[in-house]
Structures are given as C-alpha cells and as structure tokens.
C-alpha cells in the first residue's frame, strides 16, 4: 500500500510538473521609448486590463488605457513616490513617462492580485518599473502565485524604464497573484531593499495560426505520469 501511494504522489507531481512548464519565461528589456518597436509593445484588442501607480491621471499608452483606479487590481503594501523620467517627445513617449515617473515603493513587500479571470487560461503580463533618481539601483524579485519568476535589476536614471513580459496561467479561483520582493531572499544579490512598481498590463494570449506545440521534456513529464497512473490501475486489478 506504501508503494502504490507513492507512487501515486509520483504520478501526480509529473502531471503537476507538465502544468508549470507551461508557465512562460519572463524577459526583461530597457525600453527607448514608449512608441512600438521600442521596447513595450500592447495590443489593445487583447487587453484584459491596465494600471498606472502613479498619481498624475490616466494615461493612454499605444491605444491603452491605464487606469489609476484599481478596477481587476487588489495592492496591499505600498506608498506613493515620484521623480523624473525622460523618454521622448511623442506622445507614446510623455504617456510612458507619467507612468514610469511615480509608483508605489514598500520597504519589504508589494502584492497585486488579478481577479475576474478565467480559471486555468494563460494570460501575459507587462511590469513597469523605474526608480527614477529616486531611489539607488537594485536587484527585484518577481513572484508569481507565489512562486518566484525573475529576479529583475533595476538600474537608476531618468531614462532607465524596465519592462518584464511573461505568461502566467490564473489560478482555479480566477486570480493571478504577483509579488514584489527584495531578492535577497530567492537567490538574489539583495543589494538595497524594497520593492516598486509603477505600471502593470494583463493581456489574453495572442492565439496563433495553428495549436501550440509542447516542448519534448513537457511531453516526457506527461506520459511519465500517465504511465504511472496505469501501473497502480493495473496492480489494482490483479490485486
């Protein structure tokens, strides 16, 4: 009975194992500016939803709205800041700039929860983040759901905007929960405290042309689990 349970655990840990390699790898980039091609892009038919920390009024960033209210967004933690940004001169450019010059800060930890999404979908998301010349340069780890998903370095400047895109799969209760820590903690450098953000945009997955392909190790995951579920169903028959 101890084996078959153990085996049982097993087969559900690799099944579990298959879900999170779905969970897409997150990329930071030092945006130029706030027009396409430089660093951000959004599509605005595919926004669920978009907020801006900063206290200065909505913007509308490449056709998106970031609100000011918080709407889908539930924060616990975090005080107001604000400093100088300096981008461009379009209006995708002045519209980034009001969003990356004021944020929340916290001196240990800010939380975002995303709710009123569909259970089990795969959503992207966009993080803003600038310390303006406000605050030394730092190591930020990223949590998603609990689970940390990068480790982001934030460098200060008037120019140095940050964004961090991944794909994340909102939890059974219809939540995504995103978390800003110091790093020291996950693995990081932990040089200066705190945790930041400024800006934040969840999207509906792009679809594309044809039904994704998993890589070969998520395969290997799955049919490993299965076969182990068929091991115990089959010990169960011939007991």
């Excluded at 009975?1 to 655990?9: E, G, S």
């Excluded at 430089?38 to 970031?66: C, K, P, R």
């Excluded at 209006?91 to 939380?111: H, K």
């Amino acid at each position: 009975m101890i084996r078959r349970n153990w085996i049982l655990k097993l087969s559900f840990a690799m099944l579990a194992g298959m879900a999170l390699t779905q969970q897409g790898e997150a990329a930071t980039v030092y945006v130029t500016g706030g027009d396409v091609g430089e660093g951000l892009n959004l599509d605005s038919s595919l926004v669920v939803g978009a907020i801006d920390m900063n206290t200065l009024g909505a913007q509308t960033l490449q056709g998106v709205n970031f609100s000011t209210n918080a709407g889908i967004f539930s924060i616990a933690g975090g005080g107001g800041f604000a400093g100088p940004v300096s981008l461009g001169a379009s209006a995708d450019d002045d519209a980034l700039e009001a969003i990356a010059s004021g944020g929340l800060y916290d001196g240990s930890a800010i939380d975002v929860t995303i709710g009123l999404l569909t259970p089990g979908e795969t959503y992207t998301l966009d993080l803003i983040q600038s310390l303006t010349e406000t605050f030394q340069s730092r190591e930020q780890a990223i949590l998603v759901n609990g689970v940390l998903q990068e480790l982001v370095q934030l460098n200060i400047g008037i120019s140095n905007v940050a964004v961090t895109s991944f794909t994340a799969i909102a939890n059974i209760s219809g939540e995504l929960l995103i978390g800003f820590r110091p790093s020291g903690a996950y693995g990081g450098t932990g040089v200066q405290d705190g945790a930041l953000i400024n800006g934040m945009v969840i999207s509906q997955l792009e679809q594309e042309s044809g039904p994704a392909v998993p890589e070969p190790s998520t395969y290997a995951l799955g049919l490993m689990g299965l076969a182990g579920l068929g091991l115990v169903a089959w010990r169960r028959r011939g007991a």
